[in-house]
């Protein structure tokens, strides 16, 4: 007899909606006759971090979300905002209606950096600055730049330290025209910064900037790009990885012709320094006053050593961009030295080593932090190809009626934002645009309660 298969996808980022585009698509096996797909994500909107992580001046990387947005109009998938899995609902409530669930939550947390001076006041975890410049509802409205922090240091080479350094060296006037919230574009007007310090831990054929990121850098008429020549070195190492890799030789093109650049004078600059690796975060009355480097050198191996030189770079605040960290879920196993849902291509393996039925990864939680949009697509595809391969051995839902999941919710109490309450969400986003004094393409909604309220209305 075939079957109609129930999947849940919790997370409706990039790496959710894929896997939901592509499990809708998929030829089924005979026993199946067909799939609907209901994607349960925490924030009231779709997107994940798309919305609240792809920096503001970066529209051209926002442009994904018209092909995701052609992925949520198939009936046969259904959005379920503003319901968290872990206090709204577990492993063990999905299964009650689903005959799988994909985890596909993705990295929204900072990496710990376990140096001294961490936890000073005015050191952040990079995300946090991203979630803030984006808007997200769950972090204070107000960042707290100081006005003699002109001076800040970003840990990490990684196109997050980009978006972090560029955001930081912007005015406020220059992202006025994005679609940065009010509360957002009154922050940036207080930032004092004119000088943003990039640190890279070795060299600059082991950076992970892409090239069109790093080059952009420069668009900007009151940025100076500064690529300091200390520790600039390429040794054997950094030779094999240039000759093995197109982007890695571009990268490094465009750092040289940075070193070979006069500075034009403009008012904010941006430094990159290599082969300093942070060592302590220097605090004066709980403050950050300044950052401790090591400097190390090249070992032939892509790998540095340390050369115990020590820096002191006077800094009135440090960001630190050395990684995304996933959140550990209710109900699932969780390497914590790895940040991810220890997994076979996709199946989530339990603490026993044994696959825990029903149970799917897919995106950052599965293979780290790193990659961009588009590598989620083939990652989705194997979990899916997995999942349809294990149908056979997994266990029928108790309620595999669609209505089974609203009358459950609604039960809960939960103020479900819907796709077509999404859809009102973004018009009225855009008419926010419209209407203000600088005519752009949208204004971003950010306390929870009014996003819900006119998702709901
Ligand atoms: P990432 O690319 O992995 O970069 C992390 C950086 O942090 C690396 O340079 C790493 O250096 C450094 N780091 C790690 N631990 C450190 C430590 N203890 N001390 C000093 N430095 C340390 O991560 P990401 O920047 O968070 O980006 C995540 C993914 O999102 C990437 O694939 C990225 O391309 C993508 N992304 C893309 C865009 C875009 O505009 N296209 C924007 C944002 C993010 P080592 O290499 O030495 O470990």
């Not at 592509?22 to 199946?32: E, F, Y």
């Not at 403009?266 to 302590?280: T, W």
């Not at 300044?290 to 605040?317: C, F, I, K, S, Y």
């Not at 089974?404 to 939960?414: C, E, F, I, K, M």
């Amino acid at each position: 007899m075939s079957r109609q298969l129930r999947v849940a996808v919790v997370g409706a980022g990039p790496a959710g909606i894929y896997a939901a585009d592509i499990l809708t698509k998929t030829d089924l096996p005979p026993s199946v006759e067909s799939v609907t797909v209901d994607l349960i994500e925490r924030d009231p909107t779709p997107f994940g971090l798309i919305r609240y992580g792809v920096a503001p001046d970066h529209p051209r990387i926002k442009e994904i979300v018209k092909a995701l947005k052609r992925v949520l109009s198939n009936p046969d998938i259904r959005f379920f905002g503003n319901v968290s899995y872990g206090d709204d609902l577990k492993l063990d409530d999905l299964q009650q209606f689903y005959d799988a669930v994909i985890f596909a939550t993705g990295a929204r947390g900072d990496r710990d950096l376990d140096i001294t001076g961490i936890d000073l006041k005015g050191s952040f975890g990079a995300a946090d600055f991203v979630s803030w410049y984006d808007g997200h509802p769950d972090v204070e409205r107000d960042w707290p730049f100081e006005p003699d922090a002109t001076s800040v240091a970003v840990l990490g080479v990684g196109n997050v330290g980009l978006d972090v350094a560029r955001i930081l060296a912007k005015t406020a006037q220059e992202l006025l025209v994005t679609e940065i919230p009010d509360n957002v574009a009154d922050g940036l007007r207080r930032n004092a910064t004119t000088d943003v310090h990039v640190f890279a831990r070795r060299g600059p054929a082991q950076v992970k900037f892409t090239p069109m990121e790093l080059r952009e850098l420069n668009h900007s008429p009151n940025i100076d790009v500064i690529v300091h020549p200390e520790g600039f070195e390429l040794d054997e190492g950094s030779m094999d990885a240039i000759h093995a890799s197109k982007s890695v030789k571009l990268v490094v093109d465009v750092l040289q012709n940075y070193v070979a650049k006069e500075p034009s004078g403009a008012a904010h600059r941006i430094h990159i320094h290599f082969c300093q690796s942070p060592v302590e975060v220097l605090g004066e009355d709980g403050r950050v006053v300044g950052l401790r480097t090591e400097v190390t050198e090249l070992d032939g191996t892509g790998n540095v050593r340390g050369t115990g030189e020590l820096v002191d770079w006077p800094v009135q605040a440090v960001y630190r961009a050395i990684g995304y960290y996933s959140d550990n879920l209710a109900g699932l196993p969780f390497d914590l030295a790895a940040g991810v849902v220890p997994n076979d291509g996709g199946r989530v393996i339990d603490i026993d080593g044994s696959a825990l039925p029903g149970a799917y990864v897919t995106g950052w939680i599965k293979r780290g932090p790193v990659g961009l949009i588009g590598h989620t697509k083939s990652d989705a595809a194997q979990t899916v190809e997995l999942l349809l391969s294990d149908l056979d051995n997994l266990p029928a839902p108790a309620q595999p009626e669609r209505e089974a999941v609203d009358t459950y919710l609604a039960g809960r109490g939960l103020d479900v934002t819907t796709w077509e309450g999404w859809e009102k969400l973004d018009a009225h986003e855009r008419s926010l645009g419209e209407s203000h004094e600088h005519a752009r393409e949208r204004v971003k909604v950010v306390p929870r309660d009014e996003m819900v309220q006119i998702a709901r209305s």
